[in-house]
């Protein structure tokens, strides 16, 4: 039973410190708050996600770590990226400019971004790249969530083990000992 008490030990100190990021290489301050964590991009990118796209020029978007917030690329400078679904807009940090957001175009052209844009742009709005197309699931596996699995069957078997180990002891029948009385043998 201590052997299992000992093994339950060191299992939970491994996932203990499975869950922890000894050497993480993050980036708090990423241009619209991404986060490479959450998986909003991947390091392999060579095109900003989605959701920023519109806060950059044309090849200006570093994916590792990622592009700053206080950044030139990020918005040029002249602002602060805001992340949405149409893809990202940027605020200026002028508050006596007279426009409040501007987008960078495919071109890397800045372009000011009014309330009539975004209204065009959600009802315009096609998740294309974002989702799949309808019928069609894209299967995802977590490696996190698979080994915690794989560490709940492990549990599950240790601890039948030692149910068995346990009830297995307690039923065994000493065959050296004679009966007390006749009626023992029927």
């Given at each position: 039973?201590?052997?299992?008490?000992?093994?339950?030990?060191?299992?939970?100190?491994f996932i203990y410190?499975?869950?922890?990021?000894i050497?993480?290489?993050?980036?708090k301050n990423?241009c619209?708050g991404?986060?490479?964590?959450?998986?909003?991009?991947?390091?392999?990118?060579t095109?900003?996600?989605?959701?920023w796209?519109?806060c950059f020029?044309p090849?200006r978007?570093n994916?590792?770590?990622?592009?700053?917030r206080?950044?030139?690329d990020?918005c040029g400078?002249?602002g602060?990226c805001?992340p949405?679904k149409f893809?990202g807009?940027?605020?200026s940090?002028?508050?006596n400019?007279?426009?409040?957001f501007?987008?960078y175009d495919?071109?890397?052209?800045?372009?000011?971004?009014t309330?009539d844009?975004e209204?065009?742009?959600r009802r315009?709005?096609?998740?294309?790249?974002?989702?799949q197309?309808?019928?069609?699931?894209e299967?995802t596996t977590?490696?996190?969530d698979i080994f915690?699995?794989i560490?709940?069957?492990i549990?599950l078997?240790l601890?039948?083990a030692?149910?068995?180990?346990?009830?297995?002891?307690?039923?065994s029948?000493?065959?050296n000992?004679?009966?007390?009385?006749?009626?023992e043998y029927?």
């Amino acid at each position: 039973m201590r052997l299992y008490l000992l093994l339950l030990i060191i299992l939970c100190m491994f996932i203990y410190s499975k869950n922890k990021l000894i050497e993480p290489i993050t980036n708090k301050n990423c241009c619209g708050g991404m986060s490479l964590e959450r998986g909003d991009y991947k390091e392999t990118f060579t095109e900003p996600p989605k959701k920023w796209r519109r806060c950059f020029k044309p090849y200006r978007w570093n994916s590792m770590p990622c592009t700053s917030r206080d950044s030139v690329d990020c918005c040029g400078g002249e602002g602060s990226c805001r992340p949405t679904k149409f893809g990202g807009k940027c605020q200026s940090n002028d508050i006596n400019d007279p426009v409040k957001f501007f987008i960078y175009d495919e071109n890397g052209v800045k372009k000011p971004y009014t309330r009539d844009d975004e209204l065009y742009d959600r009802r315009n709005y096609k998740a294309d790249d974002e989702e799949q197309s309808e019928g069609e699931e894209e299967e995802t596996t977590d490696s996190e969530d698979i080994f915690y699995i794989i560490v709940l069957i492990i549990v599950l078997l240790l601890g039948g083990a030692a149910v068995y180990n346990y009830y297995s002891k307690k039923k065994s029948v000493n065959v050296n000992l004679k009966p007390s009385n006749e009626f023992e043998y029927l």
